[in-house]
C-alpha cells in the first residue's frame, strides 16, 4: 500500500501540484471573503490553462482563460468596497439574473458541446455544462452573489468524477476539497449577508 502511494506520488507533475495548492489556497481565501484569493487564483488558473491542454479538456482550458479575466475583475470590485466597510457586502441573486443565468447555461452547452464533439475533446457535453456553470458561478463569486457557492458546490461535485476518469487524480481530490469550502464559503457568506441585514434593519 505504502508502494503504490509512493508510485501514485512521483506520477504527478510538479506543474499539477502547484496548481492544486494554489488552487485551494484561493478558494480557501474567496470562502473566508479575503481579496487576496484574486492574485493567488490568477496564478492556479495559469497553470491549469496547460494542464487541461495536455487532458483535452479543451472547454475547461478555455474556461481558464476567462478566469483569468474575471479574477483581475474580481480584484478590481472587491477593491471597490465602500469606505465605511471592512470588505465589500454580500448581495443576493435576483430571479431575473437566474432565469437568464438558466437559460444561458443550456445554450451555452448544446452550443459548444455540438462544436466540441467534432474535435477530439473528452466529454464534450459534460465539459461544456459544467463550464457554463462555471462561468455563471465566477460572475457570481466576483460579484459577490452569495449563492455562487451553491454552483460550485454542484459543478465541483461532477467535476471530481470527470477528473478522476482523466487520471488527474490530485486535481480530483483538489476538486473534492473545493466542495467542502464552498459549503464552508457559504455559511460564511450567509452569515455576513445577515448581519448586513440587521445593520440595514437598525
Not at 512521483?10 to 495548492?21: F, K, R, S
Not at 487576496?36 to 479538456?57: E, H, K, Q
Not at 455563471?136 to 465541483?156: G, P, T, Y
Amino acid at each position: 500500500m505504502l508502494n503504490e502511494l509512493r508510485d501514485w506520488w512521483h506520477g504527478q507533475t510538479w506543474l499539477e501540484i502547484v496548481g492544486v495548492i494554489t488552487g485551494l489556497l484561493c478558494v480557501g481565501l474567496a470562502a473566508v471573503n479575503n481579496i487576496w484569493n484574486w492574485p493567488i487564483a490568477i496564478v492556479s488558473v495559469a497553470i491549469y490553462i496547460f494542464i487541461f491542454f495536455g487532458a483535452r479538456l479543451y472547454a475547461d482550458m478555455g474556461l481558464q482563460v476567462y478566469f483569468l479575466v474575471m479574477n483581475v475583475y474580481g480584484w478590481y470590485y472587491w477593491s471597490k468596497k465602500p469606505v465605511t466597510e471592512e470588505k465589500s457586502p454580500v448581495a443576493r441573486v435576483t430571479v431575473r439574473e437566474l432565469l437568464f443565468s438558466a437559460v444561458a447555461v443550456v445554450v451555452f452547452t448544446f452550443l459548444l458541446g455540438s462544436v466540441l464533439k467534432l474535435t477530439p475533446a473528452s466529454y464534450p457535453f459534460i465539459d461544456s455544462f459544467c463550464t457554463a456553470c462555471s462561468l455563471v458561478a465566477q460572475v457570481f463569486l466576483a460579484r459577490k452573489v452569495l449563492e455562487n457557492w451553491l454552483i460550485w458546490i454542484f459543478v465541483d461535485i461532477i467535476y471530481v468524477g470527470v477528473y478522476i476518469f482523466k487520471n488527474l487524480e490530485l486535481t480530483a481530490i483538489m476538486y473534492g476539497v473545493y466542495v467542502i469550502i464552498a459549503l464552508v464559503g457559504y455559511f460564511d457568506w450567509r452569515k455576513d449577508y445577515r448581519k448586513q441585514f440587521l445593520q440595514a434593519q437598525s
